[in-house]
């Protein structure tokens, strides 16, 4: 095999609750992570002719050298061994950058995993987890592929299986910068720590973002988007934003609040599922 596609899904942080602040100035989480069958693709081409790691095309505003991908894509190689094929790498980007859904550490949990299968270096899920633990706090979950309770900085995973809804997704006009963010003064950093069982029982209301109000304040186009959106039902920031998402119980009913969205507003509408498309396609090619 000199070619693969593979998926590289979206993430819902379903809640985020900041619990604490290390010394080390990190936050201390806890989330529920679920995948979304909607993301990028990622095709891996050997070269046997040419050595070393390659993107077919660069990512506008990303040098190549800070491109998870392409850490992650060296990583792999740098535990390789015998004589190791060049590769390169197309994407085909459909997730929006810094919209709090995952996408550059999905690309490098799907870096990790095709380069291991295809090179055939034999790290197993635990190794290739810590790797990705070096790349970002949410590559691991990437990796495992399954939905988690995650805590820590998100690394710190049990898996779980909430209802596989359907969602709507919307990208408001702006990016947030999460350093600013985690480092602003409103921002809460003591929400009383729960344990796994009560994240699927009793209000979900309970459950919340706690990044929201602080990018709100910040981000009008964010709460603009979020008012819209809880006509139809709880609606919620996603990681530090800038998407947004409302749950359905049905695709129809996730279309028909999609279809009346408001103009200049992106997004898409996808289901929620508890094992990442990604694994799925890799189970296929074994």
């Not at 919209?99 to 095709?114: E, P």
């Not at 985690?182 to 309970?206: Q, V």
Request: net charge negative.
């Amino acid at each position: 095999m000199n070619s693969i596609t593979l998926p590289a899904p979206a993430k819902l942080n379903l809640f985020l609750h900041i619990v604490g602040r290390r010394p080390d100035g990190y936050h201390e989480l806890q989330t529920l992570f679920q995948f979304l069958d909607y993301g990028d693709d990622l095709t891996f081409t050997l070269t046997h002719d040419k050595p070393g790691v390659r993107l077919k095309e660069s990512i506008p505003g990303v040098p190549d050298e800070d491109n998870l991908i392409v850490r992650a894509a060296r990583a792999v190689l740098d535990r390789a061994s015998g004589s190791i094929p060049g590769v390169t790498i197309e994407i085909e980007k459909r997730l929006p950058m810094g919209g709090g859904l995952g996408g550059g550490s999905s690309n490098a949990a799907t870096t990790l995993l095709a380069l291991n299968h295809l090179w055939k270096v034999g790290l197993g899920t635990d190794e290739l987890a810590d790797i990705g633990l070096e790349l970002g706090a949410d590559v691991p979950v990437f990796v495992r592929g399954h939905a988690a309770f995650g805590e820590g900085v998100g690394e710190q995973l049990t898996p779980v299986n909430p209802p596989e809804d359907w969602f709507v997704v919307l990208k408001p006009d702006c990016e947030i910068n999460t350093g600013k963010i985690f480092s602003e003064e409103g921002l809460t950093r003591d929400t009383p720590r729960i344990t796994i069982a009560p994240a699927f029982e009793g209000d979900a209301s309970r459950y919340r973002n706690d990044c929201e109000d602080v990018v709100r304040r910040l981000y009008p186009e964010v709460n603009q988007s979020l008012e819209w959106l809880a006509q139809f039902g709880p609606a919620r920031l996603t990681g530090t934003g800038a998407c947004i998402f409302g749950r359905f119980p049905t695709e129809s009913a996730a279309r028909i609040i999609w279809e009346s969205k408001p103009s200049g507003i992106t997004g898409f509408v996808a289901k929620g599922v508890n094992t990442s498309p990604l694994h799925k396609k890799l189970t296929e090619l074994e």
